[in-house]
């Protein structure tokens, strides 16, 4: 089974080490000083599940129709790079090719189906905190696990395989029979805290000086609940509580990614913003459901 990984970051560079050390069939779509640093020394990976090892792919290249057709290609970018990634991806997807996305957001697969040839198209959820530190090295902290599924809840007989290759490689990796629903709940439990910084315009400690903010945050969660019930999707009853208790956990300085790239002066178009709080006021839109907080966090920084 010929396995690509798009994008050695953060995501593609656990997920892509780890099988690149297992699975002799393993190949890197990477770029610029990244990709060098690769094809000199391989790619380091210093991991708290995975250990500390040195992955080298079967190849690594920036041209997709060099690395020819994959049974598999695991999609990690950002949101923001999406419509690039799957053209870029084009020369590696046949129809019979299993795609599957690990980007934040929720349902992914809606936006790229559009973009991409024919396919099998999955959505995935990664949990992790990794991130590449200098080309060609990657680490790793805490946990490490994969979800993914077919959002019609059909499953293709390829996918026993594929997870079994990710477990052997030290990821859990668990078949979703409902994707829907999996998927939009990673994206309340994410999208919900960039609302809240961005709504706020600050950290964790700026946003608890207001004795109000935990029903700021429950109406941010409760506006994604109910886009969600518009499109059919029943959200767990306990997920604001959930929200509530972790937010109250972090230190003052916590700040989502979104949120430090457009504090820290990034122009939105180079951000998630559109794809995780944008999307959300589209969800409103689309579904009738007021969305006041997501659209107050949106304008802010758009």
Known sequence: ????????GGVGGIVGGALARNHAETYFYVRGENLKAIRQKGLKVESASLGDFVAHPKLASDNA???????????????????EACAAIGPMTGPGTIVISLLNGVIVSDIMEPLLPPCILADGAIRVFSWLTEPGHILQRGLCSITFGMKDGSRPPQFEEIA????????????SADILTDSWIKYV???SSSTLYCYYDGPAGKVKEDPNHEAVLR??????TAAAAAKGIALPEDLADF????????PPDTMTSLYRDLSGGKAAKDTELDHIIGRMVEFGEQTGVATPYHKAAYTRFA
């Open 164 to 175: 079994a290759l990710l477990n052997r490689a030290g990821i859990p990796t668990t078949l």
């Open 243 to 250: 929200c509530v208790e972790q937010f109250a956990k972090v």
């Open 219 to 224: 109406a941010i969660v409760g506006e994604m």
């Open 1 to 8: 089974m010929k396995i690509g990984i798009f994008g050695i």
């Open 189 to 191: 439990l994410m999208g």
């Open 65 to 83: 129709a060099e690395l020819g057709i994959m049974d598999v290609i695991i999609l990690s970018c950002k949101g923001y790079n999406l419509k």
